[in-house]
């Protein structure tokens, strides 16, 4: 809602946000482990540990939200359960439990302003995720193309989720806001070169 200067008061908050995130955007877009997903040919093999990745981050990361506002308005996207379901249909649910693979730690939210700049990024995701899924249909092997849920996404109600998370940030302060979604780019781009790490001993990252 613009107020009457003509103002939307989240365009601080949008500026803030993407200021603080443009750098890490680009280089997940570019990781090893996640670039594939945009290529014309997606292998499997690629393609599950892209999964695997991105469930390290999401199933905590969903909890740690949700426990902190669980009335939140929209609802937080749980993409996790979406996740553990394409990881078992490639057969590889047991790598999400294994120890050898880590999962995310970092702190959870400790304001409002927080969880805006850290739900951000998982909004960010889904907004991705449809870019990706489109390309899906045609790169995937035919074996995998019931491993989709992810990109899929829930089924939309009412309002664009991306606009409504707008109003979630209402009375958020952009700055915390953007630290918090800063960092959480930060750990989890720090937790997929681990995942890429111990699957590719000894290659270089473009980025090391």
Same mark, same amino acid.
């Given at each position: 809602?613009?107020?009457?200067?003509?103002h939307?008061?989240a *365009?601080?908050l =949008?500026?803030?946000?993407? &200021?603080? $995130? @443009? +750098? %890490?955007?680009?280089?997940?877009?570019?990781?090893p482990?996640?670039a594939?997903?945009?290529?014309?040919?997606?292998a499997?093999?690629?393609?599950?540990?892209?999964?695997?990745?991105?469930?390290?981050?999401?199933?905590?990361?969903?909890?740690?939200?949700?426990?902190?506002?669980?009335?939140?308005?929209p609802?937080?996207?749980?993409r996790?359960?979406?996740?553990?379901? *394409?990881?078992? =249909?490639?057969?590889?649910? &047991?790598? $999400? @439990? +294994? %120890?050898?693979?880590?999962?995310?730690?970092?702190?959870?939210?400790?304001s409002?302003?927080?969880?805006?700049?850290?739900?951000?990024?998982?909004?960010?995701?889904?907004?991705?995720?449809?870019?990706i899924?489109?390309?899906l249909?045609?790169?995937?092997?035919?074996?995998?193309?019931?491993?989709?849920?992810?990109?899929?996404?829930?089924?939309?109600v009412?309002?664009?989720p991306?606009?409504?998370?707008?109003?979630?940030?209402?009375?958020?302060?952009?700055?915390?806001?953007?630290?918090?979604?800063?960092?959480?780019?930060?750990?989890?781009?720090?937790?997929?070169d681990?995942?890429?790490?111990?699957r590719?001993?000894?290659?270089?990252?473009?980025?090391?």
């Amino acid at each position: 809602m613009e107020n009457d200067g003509g103002h939307d008061p989240a *365009d601080g908050l =949008r500026q803030a946000l993407r &200021a603080a $995130t @443009r +750098a %890490a955007h680009h280089r997940a877009d570019h990781h090893p482990l996640l670039a594939p997903l945009l290529g014309r040919r997606v292998a499997a093999g690629a393609y599950g540990d892209a999964l695997v990745a991105l469930h390290a981050l999401h199933a905590p990361l969903e909890a740690r939200l949700a426990a902190f506002l669980p009335e939140a308005a929209p609802p937080l996207p749980c993409r996790a359960r979406a996740l553990a379901h *394409d990881i078992a =249909r490639l057969g590889r649910l &047991a790598e $999400t @439990r +294994a %120890a050898i693979w880590p999962t995310w730690d970092g702190a959870g939210p400790d304001s409002r302003s927080a969880y805006v700049g850290m739900r951000y990024v998982l909004e960010g995701s889904a907004q991705g995720g449809r870019v990706i899924r489109r390309l899906l249909d045609s790169s995937l092997p035919a074996a995998c193309r019931a491993a989709t849920a992810f990109f899929d996404g829930p089924p939309e109600v009412g309002d664009d989720p991306w606009n409504g998370f707008w109003s979630l940030g209402a009375g958020a302060d952009p700055a915390a806001a953007a630290a918090a979604a800063r960092r959480l780019f930060d750990e989890a781009l720090a937790l997929w070169d681990a995942h890429f790490d111990r699957r590719q001993p000894g290659r270089r990252r473009a980025d090391s």
